[in-house]
């Protein structure tokens, strides 16, 4: 598998719906190919509107840069600000990579919760994706 499929991209997307529900949060989810590319996309009920481009750049950006959008904080902590210039970059926790055999085949972003929520619900997708 070098890229997600629409299958496994739904499978994520159910599951981290799942978790957010259970947990009484509003969220979007996205799921991109190993380019950024959205494959799937959920806005649950009530979910904020700035959540919908937020949790697709979340995931964007982990795919990309093939890391945990938690990772980038201490980029910016550290004092390195350019990467906010970086068009299309949300350096902020909720973007998780899908890694199959070692290999970053996409990722999932979600927001609309904390950026500590937004992350457990994006865990939570990546986990049925093998």
Do not use: Y
């Not at 937020?54 to 004092?79: Q, Y």
């Amino acid at each position: 598998m070098h890229a997600v499929t629409a299958d496994a991209a739904e499978r994520a997307i159910a599951a981290a719906a799942a978790e957010a529900r259970k947990q009484g949060w509003l969220v979007s989810i996205a799921v991109v190919d190993n380019g950024g590319e959205l494959v799937a996309f959920l806005r649950m009920d009530d979910a904020p509107p700035s959540s919908i481009d937020i949790s697709r750049g979340k995931a964007r950006t982990a795919a990309r840069l093939r890391r945990a959008t938690r990772l980038l904080d201490s980029t910016l902590t550290a004092g390195r600000l350019p990467i906010l210039g970086i068009d299309g970059i949300v350096p902020v926790e909720g973007g998780v990579p899908i890694i199959v055999n070692g290999e970053v085949v996409g990722a999932v972003g979600v927001s609309g919760a904390t950026s500590a929520q937004d992350a457990q619900v994006a865990r939570a997708g990546v986990a049925t994706v093998k």
